[in-house]
């Protein structure tokens, strides 16, 4: 994956993308590139459009989805015409937040600054 990152930073660059230019931005970063990996990448883009290939990918990308826990449908549907859905969230989280300030406590009995049994 850093073989074609670098690929695409040397084309972006205005070079060649060869071999010696992906070293050359891996080594820049501290890193090594693994030669078999390049040349793999070499034999699969030689000749074809960078711009092409990308559109290619993004088709692809799609079937993939996107990985995260389950939250895309939910978070699909505020962005049909629900937005009470995100303002809901954020009454929640204020509701939250003012529980918890008034479970705080400092200075009855047993509380931080005295009133407990410690005799000091």
């Known amino acids: 994956m850093k073989e074609l990152a ?3 930073l040397a084309l ?3 070079k060649e993308g060869s071999a010696s230019d992906i070293n050359s931005i891996l080594s820049a970063v501290s890193a090594q590139a693994d030669e078999d ?3 793999r990448l070499l034999a699969a883009v030689e000749g074809k459009d960078l711009a092409a ?8 990308l799609v079937n993939v989805g996107g990985g995260g826990g389950g939250g895309g449908a ?10 009470a859905g995100g303002a809901a ?6 509701e939250e937040k003012k529980e ?13 600054f005295g009133g407990g049994d410690d005799d000091w």
């Open 37 to 39: 990996a390049v040349s």
């Open 100 to 112: 918890e300030e008034e479970e705080v406590d400092m200075g009855g009995a047993g509380g931080l």
């Open 12 to 14: 972006l660059g205005g």
């Open 89 to 94: 969230k954020k009454e929640e989280k204020k």
């Open 53 to 60: 290939l990308i559109e290619e990918g993004k088709k692809k």
């Open 74 to 83: 939910a978070a699909a549907a505020p962005a049909a015409g629900a937005p």
């Open 6 to 8: 670098a690929y695409m």
